[in-house]
T-cell receptor, first 111, second 114 residues
Framework: SQQGEEDPQALSIQEGENATMNCSYKTSINNLQWYRQNSGRGLVHLILIRSNEREKHSGRLRVTLDTSKKSSSLLITASRAADTASYFCATDARGSYIPTFGRGTSLIVHP | SAVISQKPSRDICQRGTSLTIQCQVDSQVTMMFWYRQQPGQSLTLIATANQGSEATYESGFVIDKFPISRPNLTFSTLTVSNMSPEDSSIYLC???????????FGPGTRLLVL
């Protein structure tokens, strides 16, 4: 399966610290996306990185992609309590336009 | 971007009954999808809702259990039929433009079957 797997499953940090989440996948991809889900809500798209890109930034978010290792990382710098949520990576295999979601990392940021 | 609403936001149902979930998008979109998310788990794609034709179901999901309608480019419904407690889950609607990878999600419908 193309499903990405996030690591760690759960992460608990203090406000102001950085949070790093990782995603590994199995086969070649067109792109990789990260989504956030606040408790009991829908998913919100955060950032997309294409297979020919190695790093991308958006505000306090930094995403890296290593296609040789089939892995990606999401870094949230200077975390805030409002960053508390589940974070999912989603990959779409070449030839498919529908992303497959991983199990997610549950992030708790303590004020 | 698209703004998506779902109704109902939550419901508690008795086993053997059916529930229809509505998904409304604020603009015309090419693709609409229905997902299921069980507590603490990932999203599982149920089907792609096709405008004017039958939905495309993923392995493990069938039309008799999850009939889907999509009468136009802004609206879709998912029915969970003959419910059992195993159907307790969050059901999410999403939309995307063909050729655009980003999906926009509704807030979800939290279903509890007793």
């Amino acid at each position: 399966s193309q499903q990405g797997e996030e690591d760690p499953q759960a992460l608990s940090i203090q406000e102001g610290e950085n949070a790093t989440m990782n995603c590994s996948y199995k086969t070649s991809i067109n792109n990789l996306q990260w989504y956030r889900q606040n408790s009991g809500r829908g998913l919100v798209h955060l950032i997309l990185i294409r297979s020919n890109e190695r790093e991308k930034h958006s505000g306090r978010l930094r995403v890296t992609l290593d296609t040789s290792k089939k892995s990606s990382s999401l870094l949230i710098t200077a975390s805030r309590a409002a960053d508390t949520a589940s974070y999912f990576c989603a990959t779409d295999a070449r030839g498919s336009y529908i992303p497959t979601f991983g199990r997610g990392t549950s992030l708790i940021v303590h004020p | 971007s698209a703004v998506i609403s779902q109704k109902p936001s939550r419901d508690i149902c008795q086993r053997g009954t059916s529930l229809t979930i509505q998904c409304q998008v604020d603009s015309q979109v090419t693709m609409m999808f229905w997902y299921r998310q069980q507590p603490g788990q990932s999203l599982t794609l149920i089907a792609t809702a096709n405008q004017g034709s039958e939905a495309t179901y993923e392995s493990g999901f069938v039309i008799d259990k999850f009939p889907i309608s999509r009468p136009n480019l802004t609206f879709s419904t998912l029915t969970v039929s003959n419910m059992s407690p195993e159907d307790s889950s969050i059901y999410l609607c999403s939309a995307a433009e063909r050729g655009q990878e980003t999906q926009y999600f509704g807030p979800g419908t939290r279903l509890l079957v007793l």
